[in-house]
């Protein structure tokens, strides 16, 4: 057990590092993308251009580039290009509104996608599962940013039931905070109930057919705890964990779109923005956050599923 | 959808179904289940319906609407029930559906027919999701079948890479590569993309979801090569080039099958999703995306410019993930292919 | 009327006594995408209190959906029942889910063929054993899992309290199986039905595992349904065999009759595929030429006529199941006669079915 553990930090470690890498390359084929030059804006002198490029280090070698900036990084220091504001704290003002749309999305998403899942396999093949399976499609077709657009225009616009986007902190007022997030949290879990309810629906039939809940059935133990603990507690292990990875993407700035529609001023739209404005270090600190939470999740996950499930510990 | 599929095996052994089934090869079984499933052949034609008004867009533009996709007609008027409307209002107002040839569903803020782009917008809409899931499948069946063949050192490297991947989340990466790519376009060998060419959003969503197919590929190729046939092969003197090819292959074949309109799905909703953020298609090209993100701030005065690509983009896409589920359903009753739907996280 | 002759032979066996168990033309039916599939046509049988029947047949045959309806088990939406199966006052056919989930595991228990599967894969064997002892006997958690450790003391496991704490599968396949036993014994079953319950594992743990079957027989008088593929199984345990094809059973006699003097040629097929200790063995086991029948779309008449190298005119109406050799208990669907049938069996000194030579050289 150790062992795997030991194996699955240090895989965690060695994805992180290529990961800001990738990152720093990504943006380093961008022709035109000479931050100097921006910075210094139209007007300006080729000493001026010169005098940034020196002391952002913007002719060094590559390397030494990429070295700057991850030390930049760990000890807190690094500068946005086009704001020249510090980015961590920045990705700190703006973690709240994440956090607040992560966690309550996360909550509403899981509850929902199990509840409709389940009666989806309970029903299989009668009317409730054929209704739930064509609003589960229609929710996976439909882009987040339209389904907010919409919602907003309706429900925000034309009839003033939701304030029309924003984030109110929950510290200030907790009531308009709520009040601020039901839309987005509602948005965004769209998706994702469409999602699990189907996993969970075609996991859970699998389950059924499983052996050992025939042996269970066999038992004479009541049907309901035939679900409850036989069926519904082997396929919810697989849901869990995909649970684990959607949280952490959302967390790490992934719900760009359904940030950006509310303007929510997450952490997701504060990366969004600064790709628009081909600012570098927030991209970098925003992705490798993201992937820091994902990977460090997926390693959570995966423990704890070898604690679950007995059977992963050997092949591990 | 596929009544009798989902209810028998809950509980009934599958002896005695199994033998009056034996004998037909999986395609014509699937294919004689997908026949049956009325709702997932009416959206796939639903789909195909779409596709191919999309390619009669010329033929559209110049004979009915009589104009171009990016062609501007703010300073024009048309006639409406006979009354001369200006396209345009001088307040910016732009003309709602007209139910006639030209300006059919409106116009946008540039007096652009609405009905010209979205057909246009389809088109390219519609060859980035083709061209990606081309991609993607191509590249994901050949990491997945050689990293789950080889096992070992070559399985870790391509296994670290698709982690590498996997591990950013969709659209952020999605949207780096496509601001990165869009300004400077992209060289691989001696094919020079501009920024601005439909292949480069293609080409972004197509690296992007590789993992998502190749990860499970890569798992049933692990469990395949243990069979005894590919151990017969083995015995019979045949190459891993050989054994993958003829082995392997034909046994992955029906999970790619079953992903192919996943990923069309899921690659125009992508598509979108970077074009709403700029990080697509670039203007003046037309795409879904690009229209709703042009709408999107002015859909309180004119909704039709957000509603008329939002509503043609999610019948598209809902009529091929029915259809795609049906296929799966015919396929692979049991949803052998579980981890799939994990790629649908495209669009958040 | 098939039923009416077994049911009239299981008063004669059962010496005046009701039997455990009496199944009077049962048929099972499920919709699937090919159509209906009757996979079990109308089969009667009895079982005695600490009597073996063996029910044998090739896979397909309607052998384990007959063993797990007596339980319920192939209840669903498509599925169709006909006919009875009383066991203490109660028709299982018809009684509700709620009456037969009491009777399930405390009055009638069932081994299945596959320990490998059989059990919750993440679950441990206490727990697994003790849900089953507190569904039909109001202990508390502590006594459940003390009777749960007495029952793998009793099945032969060696240090069974350490084996409370196990997974499945860190125990062996003939463990797993022991353990599947031990909780078909937890409540004290009157009616044992073990499915294939040898198949998966090793000759030698086979033998200890139909070791067990006899003594839990003898120990506590319950009556056994063995459903096996396997006649070298039968031989071993078995008091009596109903032979399945098909759906149906197509001959019924004691373990000596069916042995000896078997009647239908499908019977003589599975007695020639059988190595035995007793006799020279031949260079390759002879198999039964061609396959099972579709149940979806069954053949008119006999149904074994397709693969029958002895079917002539007759057989293409379908033989009743009834006594045509000895007292009245000897059962089978053969139009052949008798003095035929045993003159045709003889192959190459044995039983066996001479088609299924031909196919095999």
Partial sequence: MTRFVVRRLFSMVLVLFAISVLTFLIFQVIPNGDPA?????????????????????????????????????????VISYTQQVNVLDQIWQNLPATLSL???????????GVLFGVLSALRAGRFTDRALTVAALVGVSTPVFLLGAVALYFLAFKVQLFPNGGYVPLTQDPLDWLYHMILPWLVLSVLFIGIYSRVLRSNLLDAMSEDYVRTARAKGISERRVLLRHVLRNSLIPIVALWSLDFAAVIGGGAILTESVFNLQGVGQYAAESIAQLDVPPVMVVVMLGAFFVVILSAITDVLFALLDPRIRLSG | MATVDSTVRVGAPAAPGADATAGLSPYRLGLRRLRRNKAALAFGALFLLIVVLCLCAPLYADHVAQ????????TDTVV?????????SPTGQPIGPTWQGRFLLGADQNGRDIAVRLLYGGRNSLEVGFLATLLTMTLATIVGIVAGYF???????????????????????????????ALGGITIGPLHLQGNSLLVPAFIIGIVYIPYVAKPIRGQVLRLREQEFVDAARVGGAGPLRIMWSEILPNVSSTIVVFVPLMVANAILLEAALSYLGAGVQPPNPSWGTMISDGIRLIPSAMHMTFVPGAMLVLAVLGINVFGDGVRDALDPRARVRLEEHAQEASR | MSGDAASSSSRAMGGGQAPLLTVEDLRVAFRTEDGLVQAVDGVSFHVDAGEVLAIVGESGCGKSVTGMTLLGLTRGPNARFDGHATFGGTDLVSASDEQLRRIRGAEIAMVFQDPMTALNPVQRIGPQLAEQIRAHADVGKDAAIERARALLERVGIPRPAE???????????????RVMIAMALSCDPRLLIADEPTTALDVTIQAQILEEVRQLREETGAGVILITHDLGVVADVADRVAVMYAGQIVEHGTLDEIFYDPQHPYTWGL??????????????????????????SPPHGCRFRPRCPHAFETCAELPPLEARVGDGEHLDRCWLPVAEKREKREVKGQIGLAGGEVAAA
């Fill in chain 3, 163 to 177: 084996r409370l704490r196990a997974f499945p599968h860190e125990l062996s396949g003939g463990m797993r199986q």
């Fill in chain 2, 67 to 74: 104009t171009t996709p990016n062609a501007n007609h703010v």
């Fill in chain 2, 80 to 88: 409406v029930d006979g009354v001369r409307t200006d396209v345009v």
């Fill in chain 1, 37 to 77: 030059q921006r910075m210094a804006g139209r007007l300006s002198t080729p000493e001026t251009v010169a005098a940034i490029r020196r002391t952002w280090g913007f002719d060094d070698p590559l390397w030494q580039q990429y070295l700057t900036t991850m030390k930049k990084i760990f000890t807190g220091e």
């Fill in chain 3, 271 to 296: 007695l020639g595929s059988i190595a035995r200790v007793d006799r020279p063995r031949p260079a390759r086991l002879p198999a039964i030429a061609g396959t099972p029948p579709s149940l979806a």
């Fill in chain 1, 102 to 112: 992560a966690i309550g999305a996360g909550i509403i998403w899981f509850v929902m």
């Fill in chain 2, 151 to 181: 096992r070992g050192f070559v399985d870790g490297v391509l296994a670290r890479v698709l982690d590498l991947i996997w591990a950013y989340p969709v659209v952020l990466l999605g949207i780096a590569l496509g601001t990165a790519l």
